[in-house]
């Protein structure tokens, strides 16, 4: 521990000389070759009185993530174009303010279960629970104050390849009228392969449906470049589980094959996202059924800008995840670089069980036992070409 306090004291002060270029705006080249290390700041303070810290990780290549103890929410990710240019591709805010006001979960750690559960109802253990309906008729991304909302604690933590920060937040008993406490944590480790790392773990004192993901919006032209319609998107999977007109799997996993749906080849994202069909406003809002089923770390995604040349790869342990093409954005909130968040600036691929899993048992099972450790593992991995 002592060893690791002295790398952090000197890792604050490497990066002092560096800060005017990791966290200036815009877009400037970093170079190469610098250790990796881990700084804490301030942040800034909650309406409620709370200080809320912020933790840079930089690693060998420059590469840049700013995580908060708000939410454990990913605030800025910069990483090299083609010609090593630096560019933020998350969307989000410059402060507290933002994160803490009505927003579509920016960067946010999602619990304790991210996407919907039909008309907030489920039944466990022989006993009916009700959740807060918070989106439409439904439950979404654990109620009026999920875990994005929370305040988690952090540690600075020892990583093979890199630098790694865990975030753990205790979740009450009936919190958001979900059975058991709970503990939870997510560890960010960024490696020195330009790699961004979610390591999840939770247990529970009563059987518990669980759903962990990160809700970060993507534009790897740069954060507020414009609309995300040109990247071209390549989704592990043939299959995906289609929704009611409120988002509600309808229990059926249908073939991609032939329709608009089909991101099994690489194709840009708005090639057929107007023929999507779905309610206002449109766009993909949708659960594809990763082809290697979940339980092992394996390729999912892959995105690539055609201008920057960044290619983004996801990599999951879980069974599905979510496309979502930033539909409900409609210029009305600001974001970093000052630029308005209008339709399709940003999109999202959030790892994940199926929505409402708890209401499909032929779903993968989504429900955590006491005595039992949930895990499951995401890596966003940045390249170019
Ligand atoms: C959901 C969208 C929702 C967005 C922001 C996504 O996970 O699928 O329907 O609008 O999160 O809340």
């Given at each position: 521990m002592r060893t690791l306090r002295a790398g952090i004291a000197v890792v604050a002060c490497a990066i002092v000389a560096l800060a005017g270029v990791a966290t200036s705006a815009g877009t400037q080249a970093i170079p190469p070759g610098k250790a990796a290390r881990v700084e804490k700041a301030k942040y800034g303070v909650t309406k409620d009185g709370t200080a809320i810290d912020v933790y840079t990780l930089t690693?060998?290549?420059?590469v840049v993530a700013n995580v908060i103890t708000f939410g454990a929410l990913l605030t800025e990710l910069r990483v090299?174009?083609?010609?090593?240019?630096?560019?933020?591709?998350?969307?989000?805010?410059?402060?507290?303010?933002?994160?803490?006001?009505?927003?579509p979960y920016f960067g946010a750690t999602i619990g304790r279960v991210a996407n919907r559960i039909a008309k907030g109802?489920?039944?466990?253990?022989?006993?009916?629970y009700t959740l807060a309906t918070n989106n439409g008729p439904n439950h979404l991304h654990g109620g009026n104050k999920g875990f994005d909302k929370r305040v988690?604690?952090?540690?600075?933590?020892?990583?093979?390849?890199?630098v790694a920060v865990k975030f753990t937040y205790v979740s009450g008993d009936s919190e958001e009228g979900y059975p058991g406490a709970m503990t939870v944590s997510v560890t960010y480790t960024l490696t020195n392969r330009n790699e961004l790392r979610f390591d999840y773990t939770a247990t529970s004192t009563k059987a518990t449906p669980i759903n962990l993901t990160n809700h970060s919006y993507f534009n790897l032209a740069g954060e507020g470049a414009g609309d995300i319609l040109g990247h071209e998107l390549t989704i592990m999977a043939d299959r995906f589980t289609?929704?009611?007109?409120?988002?509600?799997?309808?229990?059926?996993?249908?073939?991609?094959?032939?329709?608009?749906m089909d991101f099994t080849r690489p194709i840009p994202i708005g090639a057929r996202i107007a023929q999507v069909p779905g309610p206002a406003p449109?766009?993909?809002?949708h659960n594809y059924v990763l082809?290697?089923?979940?339980?092992?770390?394996?390729?999912?995604?892959?995105?690539?800008?055609?201008?920057?040349?960044?290619?983004?790869?996801?990599?999951?342990?879980?069974p599905g995840v979510q496309l979502y093409t930033g539909n409900f954005l409609d210029g009305t909130i600001t974001g970093k670089a000052g630029v308005l968040y209008k339709k399709n600036f940003g999109f999202c691929l959030e790892t994940q069980h199926f929505p409402d899993s708890?209401?499909?048992?032929?779903?993968p099972p989504a429900i955590l036992e006491p005595g039992r450790t949930f895990k499951s593992t995401t890596v966003y991995r940045f390249s170019s070409k």
């Open positions: 690693n060998t290549g420059g090299p174009d083609r010609a090593g240019v630096m560019a933020d591709v998350v969307l989000g805010f410059n402060s507290i303010d933002g994160y803490e006001g009505a927003h109802k489920f039944r466990l253990g022989g006993q009916e988690w604690k952090a540690q600075v933590v020892p990583a093979a390849d890199g289609p929704v009611d007109d409120t988002l509600i799997p309808t229990g059926d996993i249908s073939s991609v094959r032939g329709t608009v449109g766009g993909y809002d082809t290697h089923g979940g339980g092992v770390l394996a390729m999912s995604a892959i995105v690539r800008e055609p201008t920057s040349g960044r290619v983004m790869e996801v990599l999951t342990t879980e708890i209401n499909h048992p032929a779903f």
